[in-house]
């Protein structure tokens, strides 16, 4: 069946440093791919998609690209804020399939 | 717009009680999920409604668990008796249509079984 791998956290970091956060699929066929984050106290928020090979999602500064070729679809950000710090959750949904399957999730946090 | 509305945001229950979970999606969303979060992991789907018919409730124990979704709009989700093992977040979300629409998820109700 389909599944998601993300980088274990926690992670921590200091501001304005880059961030990469590994994801790697399994799934057949040519699903979609997502990040989803979840600040405290909050529901998940749609970060970015991408839906096909080679597309890049982006937004907030946060970036990934869906690598048919690796099964992956790393986020990235240049330069993160206090305001990052989060719960980073990778995702799939299976081509013809609404269902979602999620990683464990990364925690991040930022530090001043 | 206001976005996907649950109900409560906690419950704190003793095992063999009930409890149920109520959802509002986004207005004009004609597909409803329910999914639960574990601890340190990430959401797994319960059950998915297509308006008010569950077109994928495979992952949902049925011996205990039990949802509805009467017209199409709001949705319940209901655990009798609840068990230790239940406790977690509830999230619910809804998308517009069918393929592959962007999901959206409400705050979640965390629930603690002592």
């Known amino acids: 069946g389909n599944s998601v791998t993300q980088m274990e956290g926690p992670v921590t970091l200091s501001e304005e440093a880059f961030l990469t956060i590994n994801c790697t699929y399994t799934?057949?066929?040519?699903?979609?791919l997502f990040w989803y984050v979840q600040y405290p106290g909050e529901g998940l928020q749609l970060l970015l998609k991408?839906?096909?090979?080679?597309d890049k999602g982006s937004n907030k500064g946060f970036e990934a690209t869906y690598r048919k070729e690796t099964t992956s679809f790393h986020l990235e950000k240049g330069s993160v804020q206090v305001s990052d710090s989060a719960v980073y959750f990778c995702?799939?949904?299976?081509?013809?399939?609404?269902?979602?399957?999620f990683g464990q999730g990364t925690r991040l946090t930022i530090n001043p | 717009e206001a976005g996907v509305v649950q109900s409560p945001r906690y419950k704190i229950i003793e095992k063999k009680q009930p409890v149920a979970f109520w959802c509002n999606p986004i207005?004009?969303?004609?597909?409803l999920y329910w999914y639960r979060q574990n601890l340190g992991q990430g959401p797994e789907l319960l059950i998915r409604?297509?308006?008010?018919?569950?077109?994928?409730d495979s992952q949902l124990p049925k011996d205990r668990f039990s949802a509805e979704r009467l017209k199409g709009v709001d949705s319940t989700l209901k655990i009798q008796p609840a068990e230790l093992g239940d406790s977690a977040v509830y999230l619910c979300?809804?998308?517009?249509?069918?393929?592959?629409?962007?999901?959206?998820f409400g705050p979640g109700t965390r629930l603690l079984v002592l």
């Open positions: 979300a809804s998308s517009h249509g069918q393929g592959k629409e962007t999901q959206y």
């Open positions: 799934a057949t066929g040519y699903p979609s």
């Open positions: 991408a839906t096909k090979a080679d």
């Open positions: 995702a799939l949904s299976g081509q013809g399939a609404q269902k979602l399957v």
């Open positions: 207005s004009g969303h004609n597909t």
């Open positions: 409604y297509e308006n008010e018919e569950a077109v994928d």
